[in-house]
T-cell receptor, first 114, second 113 residues
Framework: DQQVKQNSPSLSVQEGRISILNCDYTNSMFDYFLWYKKYPAEGPTFLIS?????DKNEDGRFTVFLNKSAKHLSLHIVPSQPGDSAVYFCAASYSGAGSYQLTFGKGTKLSVIP | SQTIHQWPATLVQPVGSPLSLECTVEGTSNPNLYWYRQAAGRGLQLLFY??????ISSEVPQNLSASRPQDRQFILSSKKLLLSDSGFYLCAWSGGFSTDTQYFGPGTRLTVL
């Protein structure tokens, strides 16, 4: 049972436009969400996170939106740059005692076309 | 600042051979440590995590084991590798709270032939 789903395996966007990456989750206990960016043959790099007490978090060109009722979050990248081309993973966790697991989606490969 | 190291970067091993992957963290004390695997075309799967020296929790039954002999050292091992052990192995660290961000190492690409 996949608790974190990224239904789009790939996305192509023109440079300068907005990239929107989507993520859905099924476990209502999740209360902390993260986005990671991964280049081939490298470890994931943390991008941005959001707690369930917020519905938006912004960091430079990156904004994460959380819709708890829909169990949906999205990452917006504005403007998109060629260097943003990578695989983006959505991850979720919950603050229950003894819970340390991040549950990852399968990733979305973003290609930003110059 | 904190840094995390993994080695080797790549490894090709025959089926049935042993495995030892090492991960070390610098610049922090008593981190939580994690081993993940990314198989081809799949997301990241948590294999083991550790909240302290000698404390290992396994998330999935498998052919692998983990050990934490020192505070900032995490080792992934196998006595006999299987073909299905091939993948990209990632070590990560975080602070002591369950919602602390996890930071990943550069990874080890393991190919079992």
């Amino acid at each position: 049972d996949q608790q974190v789903k990224q239904n789009s395996p790939s996305l192509s966007v023109q440079e300068g436009r907005i990239s929107i990456l989507n993520c859905d989750y099924t476990n209502s206990m999740f209360d902390y969400f993260l986005w990671y960016k991964k280049y081939p043959a490298e470890g994931p790099t943390f991008l941005i996170s959001i707690s369930s007490i917020k519905d938006k978090n912004e960091d430079g060109r990156f904004t994460v939106f959380l819709n708890k009722s829909a169990k949906h979050l999205s990452l917006h990248i504005v403007p998109s740059q060629p260097g943003d081309s990578a695989v983006y993973f959505c991850a979720a966790s919950y603050s229950g005692a003894g819970s340390y697991q991040l549950t990852f989606g399968k990733g979305t490969k973003l290609s930003v076309i110059p | 600042s904190q840094t995390i190291h993994q080695w080797p970067a790549t490894l090709v091993q025959p089926v049935g051979s042993p495995l030892s992957l090492e991960c070390t963290v610098e610049g922090t004390s008593n981190p939580n440590l994690y081993w993940y695997r990314q198989a081809a075309g799949r997301g990241l799967q948590l294999l083991f995590y550790s909240v302290g020296i000698g404390q290992i929790s396994s998330e999935v039954p498998q052919n692998l084991s983990a050990s934490r002999p020192q505070d900032r050292q995490f080792i992934l091992s196998s006595k006999k590798l299987l073909l299905s052990d091939s993948g990209f192995y990632l070590c990560a660290w975080s602070g002591g709270f369950s919602t602390d961000t996890q930071y990943f190492g550069p990874g080890t690409r393991l190919t079992v032939l």
